[in-house]
């Protein structure tokens, strides 16, 4: 079973400043990876979804699949307070319809 | 607009009771899962269903047992609730292959 690990496990970043957030996963048989957001109390919104290496963008969020590193990353431009939020990467095998998680960065953007 | 509806919100629930969590969707989708979502182990899946009639066992099952009577409805059930079993759950929907998730915003369930 695919294994996925989240870092840092929390990070506070300034209004404006970019935001890194990392996941390593265990094998490389996985190939569509997706990011969502949870605020506090609420369920998961999607964010973007990445289906080949190299950079997805939608809007201020932009993810990064390097398979080959086993690496998945989403960097935020321009966080806001209201981006202050857990973020929990997913991945699955096309003929899987099961994702795995894992357990999410919290993010806290100060104004 | 689209939506995946959980209900109730909130559930206390007696140790060895009967819970039923109910979940809608109006996306149309083929898929739906049940995860709960405890501090340390982030999300974990339950059950999770193909369509109308269909119940797969996720990577948890033992103490749950999943419905699917329609498209439209998922629903998990704890015949014999434990205090373990007190979490967050989330309903989602998705149809493959891409399968973009789209959730419910949980269940908070206590047994005691």
């Known amino acids: 079973q695919q294994k996925v690990q989240q870092s840092p496990e929390s990070l506070t970043v300034s209004e404006g400043a970019m935001a890194s957030l990392n996941c390593t996963f265990s094998?490389?048989?996985?190939?569509?990876f997706r990011w969502y957001r949870q605020h506090s109390g609420k369920g998961l919104e999607v964010l973007v979804s990445?289906?080949?290496?190299g950079e997805k963008e939608e809007g201020r969020f932009t993810a990064h699949l390097n398979r080959a590193s086993l690496h998945v990353s989403l960097h935020i431009r321009e966080p806001q307070p209201s981006d202050s939020a857990v973020y929990l990467c997913?991945?699955?095998?096309?003929?899987?319809?099961?994702?795995?998680f894992g357990k999410g960065t919290s993010l806290v953007v100060h104004p | 607009e689209a939506a995946v509806t959980q209900s109730p919100r909130n559930k206390v629930a007696v140790t060895g009771g009967k819970v039923t969590l109910s979940c809608n969707q109006t996306?149309?989708?083929?898929?739906m899962y049940w995860y709960r979502q405890d501090t340390g182990h982030g999300l974990r899946l339950i059950h999770y269903?193909?369509?109308?009639?269909?119940?797969e066992k996720g990577d948890i099952p033992d103490g749950y047992k999943a419905s699917r009577p329609s498209q439209e409805n998922f629903s998990l059930i704890l015949e014999l609730a434990t205090p373990s079993q007190t979490s967050v759950y989330f309903c989602?929907?998705?149809?493959?292959?891409?399968?973009?998730?789209?959730f419910g915003a949980g269940t908070r369930l206590s047994v005691l």
């Open positions: 990445i289906f080949s290496d």
């Open positions: 989602a929907s998705g149809v493959g292959p891409q399968n973009t998730l789209y």
């Open positions: 094998d490389g048989t996985s190939d569509n």
């Open positions: 269903s193909y369509g109308a009639g269909s119940t």
């Open positions: 997913a991945m699955s095998s096309g003929g899987n319809y099961k994702p795995t």
């Open positions: 996306n149309n989708h083929n898929n």
